[in-house]
């Protein structure tokens, strides 16, 4: 009785090795295993666009960094709060005040099982249209930055392109003579 061979099965191809952020290249993988805050360049770039001073820009970064999932907002203490900034608990209430009258944020009381108050939950998505609203105008301002970049590294590079195409038709025109 004879045996098929059975071919032998090709090797399943290794996982391609996942490229590095930049992140991850300017900081290191010790910094990065720490995690990270996601902050849109529009409002780094547009804090002075949206009126907003440098304590409240602060206060909106620690906010961001609580913020993980975007059906939860975020809900840190402002022991918390006040631990990673160097101000008093009246100034950091009246800069959260300042920033829900400027519609960036909505404080939500949470309440205890026990019924005591809890700390504030804070809804971010007055800050989320503000920002959605200055991408447009961000959006203009890259195609502009794009355009005058172009004229300046290549200001003749159509004119060179077509020269080098009519030549090269030229010269192909030639040799089929």
């Known amino acids: 009785m004879s045996q098929k061979k059975t071919p032998p099965q090709k090797a399943e191809a290794a996982p391609a090795k996942r490229q590095k952020s930049s992140t991850e290249r300017i900081f290191g993988p010790a910094v990065m295993s720490h995690g990270f805050t996601g902050v849109p360049n529009i409002l780094v770039r547009g804090q002075k666009?949206?009126?907003?001073?440098?304590?409240q820009f602060n206060i909106l970064v620690q906010l961001l960094s609580y913020w993980m999932d975007p059906a939860k907002p975020p809900f840190p203490s402002k022991r918390k709060l006040l631990e990673r900034l160097e101000m008093s608990e009246t100034t950091l209430?009246?800069?959260?005040?300042?920033?829900?009258?400027?519609?960036?944020?909505?404080?939500?009381?949470?309440?205890?099982?026990?019924?005591?108050?809890?700390?504030?939950?804070?809804?971010?998505?007055?800050?989320?249209?503000?920002?959605?609203k200055l991408a447009p105008?961000?959006?203009?301002?890259?195609?502009?930055?794009?355009?005058?970049?172009?004229?300046?590294?290549?200001p003749n590079a159509r004119a060179n392109a077509r020269a080098v195409a009519a030549r090269q038709r030229t010269s192909a025109a030639k040799t089929e003579g």
């Not at 666009?49 to 304590?55: E, H, K, Q, S, W």
């Not at 939500?108 to 809890?118: H, I, L, N, R, S």
């Open 49 to 55: 666009r949206l009126g907003l001073n440098t304590a």
């Open 93 to 132: 209430q009246k800069h959260i005040r300042d920033l829900e009258a400027q519609g960036f944020l909505r404080r939500e009381q949470q309440t205890t099982a026990a019924g005591d108050f809890g700390s504030n939950i804070y809804h971010l998505d007055g800050l989320v249209r503000k920002l959605k």
């Open 137 to 154: 105008d961000f959006d203009d301002e890259r195609a502009e930055r794009e355009a005058a970049r172009q004229k300046t590294e290549r």
